[in-house]
Structures are given as C-alpha cells and as structure tokens.
C-alpha cells in the first residue's frame, strides 16, 4: 500500500471516529430547559413563547430541550419566583408585582400613568443603561438573571361588572383585585377603590362568586380567561404597562456555553419583538370582540382622565417613603432617554 493509501486511510479512520464521537449519546445529550409562566395559551405571551420555542428547537436542537408549562401548571408567580432560585425551574416570566415579594422596588414599574405609549416601552426593553442598572441589582439580591423584557398583555385598564366607569368617582367602593403587590393597592386606594389581591390562576373564581367586582387588566388578558362572562364595564385609562420580566437560574445559565448563551438570546429577541406586535394586533380585535359580548369601554376625555391622575402623586410618594428614589430615577432617566431619541428620530424623518 502507498503511503498515500495509508494517510488516506487513516484520515478517513479519524474521521469514522469523529463523527461517532459527534454522534455519541454523552456529546448529543440536551440540557433541559424548563420554561413555565401563568398565562393562558391563548395569550400573545403564550404564542410569543412558541415562537422562542421553535427557535431553540431549530438552533440548538441536540444542546438546549425546552419545555413549557403554562397557565400556572407550576404554580402562581410567587411559586415559580421560588422554584427558579431554588434552580428546579430553569425560566420563569413575572409581572414586577410578580417578583415583589423577593424585589420591592421593581415595583417602581407599575406607578400608574408615567410611560405614555407603547414606542416609549419597547425602547425602555431595549434600553442598554436601565437593562444594566436592573440586572446588576435584582441578580445580587435574588440570584436570578433578568434576560429581557417583553409584553404580557399591553396596557391595564379598569374593568368591573357593576358599571359604566367614566371618572375616578366611579370606582369608589368598587372591590379591585390587584396583583399581589403592595404598590397597585396603593394605586386603587388613591381613586377610592377597596384593592383585594387575588392570584391570577384564581381570578375566575374570585369574580364569580363577587370576591371582587373588577380588575386591572389589558382586554385581551379579559378575553383570554373568558372574565367577560363577568366584566361588562371598563374605561381605556392605561394606566400601567403589563410589563414581562424573564428570569433564569443564574447557576444553570452560567454553565451554558456562550455560544448556546447568544443563541437563546437571538431567540428571545424573536420572542420579544412578536410578544410586542401580537399584544398590539390582538388589542384591536379583542376590543370588538368585548363589545360583541356585551360589554362596554369609554375611552376617557382629557377631563375625565385627570381625575385619575391623583393615583400617580400618590403611588409616587408611597414607593418613594419605602424604597428611595435610586429606582424611581432610574425609570425617569430611562423615559427621558426614549422619548428625546423618539423625538429626535420623527425629527428626522420630517
């Protein structure tokens, strides 16, 4: 045999090699990744999600294994919190009231009023100095790494059966729930409503049998929990952001490869931006689809609106006495950042 026979023979050995390494079960072994939230299948959340999910299992197929549990199969956001820094659960998405009871001050998120449109959100998600800021301290104080914000739902509203809600006096006395948060409680004692947290998974119950009259939601979170059956009143005062935190186990996402790290964040990305768009596209349709149930939505006057604003002073001051200003400051400087690049952007565009 020549010498180049035996080289040829023997790279083609190595290679048979190789590739039954390549192909060996301890190399093409998965990391599970388990990803649960509360809502339902029907939310944009949801269908944003599968859209990660496809994702990771068209790029990382044979290094990342997804599974998803939602509508609360895991548990309510307090449950999920815990199991994620217990390192049981891999990602998890909350409200910021959803994380309150392990980081307060995320709260800041949900004084009501502040953010004024969707475009100054989605900059507020990408913003690199408050991503930064927010990171740093909730991984310290929790152990969980915050890869991203997106959308749960849109914008929160006031929703209740017992009437048509055209100013703040309406909701005097009116049962409220609220996330189980200190901070949206606040907000509906300042307009004269009795705040009553309820778990999300246990809303449907709580309305049906009058443990509450109303509640703060976007109305295609109304509509994805059929709440319509009970809900027929609402005024459009987008008062606050459903804002999406998601969260990972910091010790399995350090164990990650940054190859397999960059390509779940080019996914979440994906995810993000249609969790966005979809919440926008499904509000249209879900506010006839409301109507075409029975129900009816005022969108409040420039007059009407100011009674609701008393809640903003309000809020303000209460996260303020118990947390200082260091949030606060941060979501202002991150609101000034998005409208002045907004501005400067349309100014462009003129």
């Not at 990391?31 to 949801?46: C, Q, S, W």
């Not at 309305?207 to 509450?212: A, E, K, Q, S, Y």
């Not at 994906?270 to 109507?291: C, G, L, P, W, Y």
């Not at 809020?315 to 991150?334: C, E, H, I, Q």
């Given at each position: ?18 590739t ?57 956001f ?29 709260q ?13 959100v ?42 048509p ?19 949206p ?57 459903l ?6 186990n ?84 991150a ?16």
């Amino acid at each position: 045999m020549s010498l180049t026979s035996k080289l040829a023979g023997g790279i083609a050995a190595a290679a048979l090699v190789l590739t039954a390494g390549a192909w060996s079960p301890a190399v093409a072994q998965e990391t599970l990744m388990k990803i649960a939230h509360v809502a339902g299948t029907a939310n944009p959340l949801h269908e944003a999600l599968l859209v990660w999910d496809a994702y990771i299992k068209r790029n990382l197929k044979g290094k990342i294994k997804p599974e998803l549990y939602p509508a609360g199969q895991l548990g309510n956001f307090a449950q999920m919190i815990e199991q994620a820094r217990l390192g049981t659960l891999e990602c998890t998405t909350t409200t910021g009231g959803g994380i309150s009871n392990v980081f307060p001050e995320i709260q800041v998120f949900d004084i009501p009023y502040v953010v004024k449109d969707d475009r100054v959100v989605e900059m507020m998600q990408m913003d690199p100095i408050l991503l930064d800021e927010m990171r740093k301290d909730i991984l310290a104080k929790t152990g969980l790494r915050m890869i991203g914000i997106a959308s749960t739902g849109g914008w929160r509203s006031f929703l209740t059966r017992n009437g048509p809600i055209r100013s703040a006096a309406d909701l005097k006395g009116v049962k409220i729930r609220t996330i189980e948060s200190a901070l949206p409680m606040e907000h509906v004692k300042a307009l004269g409503g009795s705040p009553t947290p309820v778990p999300w998974q246990e809303l449907y119950t709580a309305l049906g049998t009058r443990v509450v009259d109303g509640t703060m939601n976007s109305v295609t979170d109304i509509l994805a929990m059929n709440f319509q059956e009970f809900l027929k009143h609402g005024v459009l005062d987008r008062h606050t952001y459903l804002w999406s935190f998601w969260w990972v186990n910091e010790g399995w996402w350090q164990k990650l490869p940054t190859d397999v790290k960059s390509s779940l964040l080019n996914g979440f990305w994906d995810m993000q931006h249609v969790s966005n768009s979809q919440t926008k596209f499904r509000d249209i349709a879900d506010v006839e689809r409301f109507a075409k149930a029975g129900g009816g939505l005022h969108v409040p006057t420039p007059e009407e609106y100011k009674t609701f604003l008393p809640a903003r002073e309000a809020a303000t001051a209460w996260f303020v006495g118990k947390y200082g200003d260091k949030w606060l400051k941060m979501m202002t400087a991150a609101i000034e950042r998005a409208e002045k690049a907004i501005d400067e952007d349309n100014k462009r565009r003129m």
